[in-house]
């Protein structure tokens, strides 16, 4: 299966929705527009000529500095054919929330709470959607690049001795 096929059967069906096409590296990566993140995922898997059945990983990232700066990546694989894609979205600070694929793929239910618990993405729809690693308690995210990487109070970090 060639990445021409696949982008050609996704542009037909989803037009201007589909974002970027970046096929230089090792995996085909598509960026969608989050509205229709969904339909773009059932379509993969549901057409009989893509085949992308299987959910490898799903995950969140966070680009601080980016106007959309929350973003799920989605892993796909067609066993069949031993073929890869990344789907990409993008969602704004103010409103992280996407609809979940968790009646889509089973196996994106775990996924999807490990990423709402790690960046705080919300997964509309979702049947369970709390936090899975971290305490129940905590109250922020983690994963989110809002903090600074170091605590300046502390006296044990004295530059001069790390040779800064």
Do not use: C
């Not at 990232?61 to 067609?78: K, Q, T």
């Not at 066993?79 to 089973?106: G, H, Q, V, W």
């Amino acid at each position: 299966m060639e990445n021409s096929f696949i982008t050609d059967k996704l542009r037909r069906k989803f037009g201007e929705d589909i974002l970027d096409v970046d096929d230089n590296k090792d995996i085909l990566t598509i960026t969608v527009a989050s509205p229709v993140s969904f339909k773009v995922i059932e379509f993969l898997k549901e057409n009989p000529g893509l085949g992308f059945r299987f959910l490898t990983d799903l995950t969140g990232i966070h680009y601080p500095d980016r106007g959309l700066s929350f973003g799920v990546i989605y892993h796909l694989h067609n066993l069949y054919e031993n073929k890869r894609l990344r789907i990409k979205t993008f969602m704004s600070a103010d409103n992280p929330a996407i609809r979940t694929i968790s009646d889509i793929f089973s196996s994106a239910n775990w996924m999807e709470r490990e990423t709402y618990d790690f960046y705080g993405i919300i997964f509309e729809g979702h049947p369970n959607l709390k936090r899975i690693l971290n305490v129940e308690y905590l109250d922020y995210f983690p994963m989110r690049k809002e903090y600074p990487l170091e605590d300046p109070t502390r006296e044990d970090k004295d530059n001069r001795y790390f040779g800064r």
